[in-house]
């Protein structure tokens, strides 16, 4: 059965992350922390690029979930 996965608040695999469209993916740090990062990404080419300055980030994301500007909170 194919669960369908309609809610912005789950977290998905990286292999099923869309080509468009800003996201807040996951990364797993050099201690083994899964963290999500603070600023939108999106795909670029066969990497990944901050959605904000469109630079490569240079990540290697695990999951991630659309992003959510609203639930963001700037410093």
Do not use: F
Not at 13 to 35: H, K, Q, R, T, W
Not at 41 to 70: F, Y
Request: charged share 20%; with cysteine; net charge negative.
């Amino acid at each position: 059965m194919t669960h369908a996965h309609s809610l912005p608040a789950e977290w998905l695999p990286v292999s099923m992350a869309p080509d468009e469209g800003n996201l807040e993916v996951c990364v797993v740090d050099y201690d083994g922390i899964v963290l999500a990062l603070d600023y939108p990404c999106h795909r670029s080419g066969t990497g990944w690029a901050d959605a904000s300055n469109r630079s490569l980030s240079g990540v290697q994301p695990t999951h991630w979930r659309k992003w959510n500007e609203s639930a963001k909170v700037r410093t």
